[in-house]
């Protein structure tokens, strides 16, 4: 119940909490200091151990352990602002604490007020002090949270750290016993208190026993020491929250302050846990509402314990229905003894743990590469992006499921032995049968496991007595085959129960050490084959060359021979011509001949005929103007008579 100070001014003197408020004031700010120093070490200590051993449990216990403290201490000195404000008041006048009327401030004084006060003299310090606190320990668990710490072993360290926080713990369980045994009417915050410390001796108790079991072959304890945090981060999320919904409540400092840090999941640890109760006592301190008088709630609180034990056996005997789904199947044990293998479907049985289904597959077709690196997963590629790394096929590299092979070598007339580069990859599935789902579950705890070791196996066994060449040039179908038959027979066998769909080989090559030296023996070998090709061109070219020489002068000797003897042809056909001619018409032919080589020869000839005849009284006259003097020809023409 608050008090106003302007109702019940006189009044409070008469209250046992304001008579002790300068006694709680000075306990709670002892107790605060003493818990700050020691969360502030262990946050300290936390990130000096982070920086040389970020993986080890040190951390992830020293702060959620100077987490649940700093929680506390926000407890406290929300408790300290209350009990001060107590202190205050019997001290001064109940007067000093009422705001004056608003008419006898002055306007500049008003003025000068807000602006000294702020935004602090509106929200207040203890709402900013919480919500700081808070803050620290929720960052502080956000950043060391991390469920994926590997075991490591402790040392006898760890029995020291958890020896000092049980003592830890131990003096926070007497301060928490002396807060629970104060009365409501003296101290009101000391119950809301005494849950706080409850979340810190929890946060100890479970440190010290992860610290304790904590070693190389145990993971659990890393996982609980980091889950522990969560119980101080909630309570930090709330204290946070209450600070933010106080901003909308106004202040008023003539009433008696309440305690803000009052947690619903603190108030949780108690023991029976009663959380309706809980539930139902700030229902009827905050809105009125009882709800034992409500009938309802009245039935269902006697009902609830046998209507529990019926949904329980009916939970319980619904075990015993069993779903299987349509790509799979079940084989169901009676006792331990497998007794059936349920198709798809439902299924009733006896309830669990008298019968249960252990699920097989029907039909699934997996994938297996005879080697698979552990260190790298490859990583999916999108749809219409560039093909991812692992699709280049070149082996200069090495890649995920390659594996190594020795293989039988012969240079000459001497024995070794050579290392390969394999991906084979195996399709299978459980068999069909409900004889090859009991073999694949109970004869082979881990079917991948023995095909890759089978496979191993008989790679071995087959490669040995193969080369390279033999390798490179076989077809891989065959070989495929080949092994595929061999690993069925293998795993057959052993009774798997699994059966070898198709054996694929994707790549055989030499190592990828090697792969500089076989490419330049693969260049040398080319570059020897372009120059014999070269060459033989070559020898070619001269050869149509000479060929083409030989053709041309065969020719023009033909040609030659046969323009020879057609003209010797044609003169004898003339010659025996004019023989015939001149035996006919004699003297006359012969004049004729002459004639006419006379009138060939004086064809083109500039001739002056000068007859005889011509009289003496007409002399001739010469026109020398078309001849040209032999002396001088470049000399010009000139006519002469």
């Not at 049980?166 to 007497?174: I, N, P, T």
């Not at 807060?179 to 003296?186: H, K, P, Y």
């Not at 090559?509 to 090697?514: D, E, I, L, T």
């Amino acid at each position: 119940m608050q008090v106003d100070l302007e109702a019940d001014g006189a009044s409070v003197e008469g209250l046992p909490r304001f008579q002790q408020g300068v006694f709680h004031a000075r306990r709670l700010r002892q107790a605060g200091i003493s818990l700050t120093t020691l969360a502030v070490a262990g946050w300290i200590l936390a990130l000096f151990v982070a920086l040389f051993a970020p993986l080890s449990i040190w951390p992830v216990v020293l702060i959620t352990c100077s987490s649940a403290l700093v929680v506390l201490v926000a407890g406290l000195q929300s408790a300290w602002w209350v009990a001060d404000w107590r202190a205050q008041v019997l001290e001064e006048p109940a007067e000093s604490l009422i705001e004056p009327p608003v008419d006898e401030v002055a306007g500049y004084s008003r003025l000068v007020g807000r602006l000294r006060n702020g935004l602090l003299a509106q929200i207040g310090a203890p709402v900013l002090w919480l919500a700081g606190w808070s803050l620290l320990a929720l960052v502080s668990l956000i950043e060391f949270w991390n469920l994926t710490l590997p075991a490591a072993p402790v040392g006898q360290s760890a029995s020291i750290g958890a020896a000092l926080a049980l003592a830890l713990a131990f003096g926070l369980l007497v301060f928490e016993r002396r807060l629970a045994q104060e009365s409501v009417a003296q101290w009101p915050e000391a119950s809301p208190l005494a849950q706080l410390s409850r979340v810190a001796i929890v946060c100890l108790v479970v440190s010290a026993l992860c610290l304790l079991f904590a070693g190389a072959a145990s993971v659990w304890p890393l996982r609980l020491a980091v889950l522990a945090g969560l119980l101080p981060g909630l309570v930090a999320v709330e204290f946070l929250l209450r600070a933010v919904l106080s901003l909308f409540s106004p202040r008023q400092p003539r009433l008696e302050p309440r305690l803000m840090a009052q947690s619903f999941i603190a108030g949780l640890l108690r023991w029976p846990p009663q959380p309706l109760l809980a539930l139902q006592h700030e229902l009827h301190n905050r809105f009125g509402i009882d709800l034992r008088q409500i009938w309802a709630f009245t039935y269902m609180r006697r009902a609830f314990l046998p209507v529990l034990l019926v949904v329980l056996a009916v939970g319980w005997a619904l075990t015993g229905v069993h779903e299987v789904p349509l790509q799979g199947r079940g084989i169901y044990e009676r006792f331990g003894k497998p007794v059936e293998v349920f198709g798809p479907g439902l299924h009733a049985g006896l309830p669990w743990p008298l019968g249960r289904v252990l699920a097989v597959e029907n039909g699934v077709v997996h994938e297996l590469a005879t080697s698979v690196s552990e260190a790298s997963t490859p990583e999916l590629a999108p749809a219409e992006g560039p093909a991812p790394l692992i699709a280049n096929r070149l082996w200069d590299a090495s890649h995920v499921n390659d594996k190594s092979q020795v293989i039988a070598s012969s240079s000459g007339d001497k024995q070794g032995f050579q290392i390969v580069n394999m991906d084979v990859r195996f399709v299978y599935r459980i068999g069909l049968t409900d004889r090859a789902a009991l073999a694949a579950t109970y004869n082979s705890a881990d079917v991948p496991t023995l095909i890759r070791s089978t496979a191993s196996r008989i790679l071995v066994h087959d490669f040995a007595s193969r080369t390279l060449d033999e390798l490179l040039g076989e077809q891989r179908t065959s070989l495929a085959d080949e092994i595929g038959r061999a690993v069925q027979a293998d795993l057959q066998k052993l009774d798997s129960g699994v059966e070898i769909l198709a054996t694929v080989v994707e790549a055989i090559h030499p190592p990828a050490g090697a792969a500089n030296a076989y490419h330049g023996v693969q260049a040398a070998q080319i570059g020897a084959q372009a120059l014999i090709s070269r060459e033989r061109g070559a020898a070619s070219e001269q050869t149509n060359q000479a060929l083409l020489q030989a053709s041309t002068v065969r020719d023009e000797a033909l040609a030659t021979a046969r323009e020879v003897s057609a003209g010797a042809r044609a003169a004898d056909l003339r010659f025996a011509a004019e023989q015939k001619a001149y035996a006919t018409a004699g003297q006359a032919f012969v004049l004729e001949q002459y004639l006419g080589q006379l009138s060939q020869g004086l064809a083109h000839a500039k001739l002056l005929i000068l007859d005889h005849r011509l009289g003496a009284d007409g002399a001739p006259t010469i026109d020398l103007r078309s001849f040209t003097l032999p002396a001088d020809p470049s000399v010009p023409r000139k006519a002469v008579q």
